[in-house]
């Protein structure tokens, strides 16, 4: 149902006002900035209604592509900040300004080279896709994704309700066997959820009281080894032989 576009047309058909899934920049701030520089690439995936690239734009960010899946939101969101109101705020032809296009984020390969990006920003995309019919499918195809599209020392920021117990099994797969490896290094940071009140700190001693935030930073080592598993694999598939490394 949550990878589905209709779902989400439907939805944004009936409303399809500002909404921030978890937390917005302000909030977030404080964890991107250490990891961010105003002229990076960023891309916003699963971006909805967020205002969240509006407000990184107005804090000196100067390139954000925002992706849904939902063209009625897409539609919306380009017309909702176009030049005449933001100047200079949406370039047709390349990843300068912000931008909104239409796609599926498990399958970006007729609109995105490879290692394009330098950091993707998933605000409970992921989550989404653990809900899908097929989740495991799903997961794999969008993390193979977001590890194909950033550079070698990219950043792939992930927001997300689920306990690391619940995520790390997709998120962190370093077998390089597996055909879920993925070439980067995983941190878990917890920022609190908005609470009724916000001096009941006592509240905060539970895991479901806190999002977790998953960092996980490309390394351009693994990232090789990974571009040669696949140039191999190709080679295979070919029928190719593969050349073997001389001994020294």
């Not at 149902?1 to 009936?14: A, K, N």
């Not at 409970?124 to 794999?140: F, I, M, N």
Request: net charge negative.
């Amino acid at each position: 149902m949550f990878g589905s576009p209709g779902f989400w047309d439907e939805r944004y058909y009936v409303n399809c006002e500002p909404f921030e899934w978890y937390h917005d920049y302000a909030a977030l701030k404080p964890l991107l900035e250490q990891f961010m520089t105003k002229e990076m690439h960023i891309l916003l995936v699963g971006c909805g209604s967020s205002e969240m690239a509006r407000d990184m734009y107005e804090d000196g960010y100067t390139s954000l592509f925002n992706v849904d899946i939902s063209r009625v939101v897409v539609d919306e969101m380009a017309m909702r900040y176009d030049m005449k109101e933001i100047p200079k705020m949406y370039f047709e032809d390349d990843l300068g300004g912000i931008q909104w296009k239409q796609a599926d984020a498990t399958d970006l390969t007729a609109m995105f080279n490879d290692k394009i990006f330098d950091v993707v920003v998933d605000k409970a995309l992921l989550d989404a896709l653990y809900c899908s019919e097929v989740p495991g499918k799903q997961t794999h195809k969008y993390l193979q994704e977001m590890d194909r599209i950033l550079t070698p020392e990219g950043l792939f920021f992930c927001v997300s309700f689920g306990l690391p117990e619940n995520r790390l099994d997709k998120i962190e797969d370093t077998d390089e066997e597996s055909d879920g490896f993925l070439a980067w290094e995983v941190e878990v940071h917890a920022i609190p959820k908005l609470m009724p009140n916000q001096y009941k700190v006592s509240q905060l001693k539970k895991p479901e009281d806190v999002y977790y935030v998953y960092t996980c930073r490309k390394e351009e080592k693994m990232d090789n080894e990974k571009m040669l598993k696949k140039k191999a694999e190709k080679a295979r598939a070919a029928g190719k032989k593969i050349p073997t490394r001389n001994k020294r």
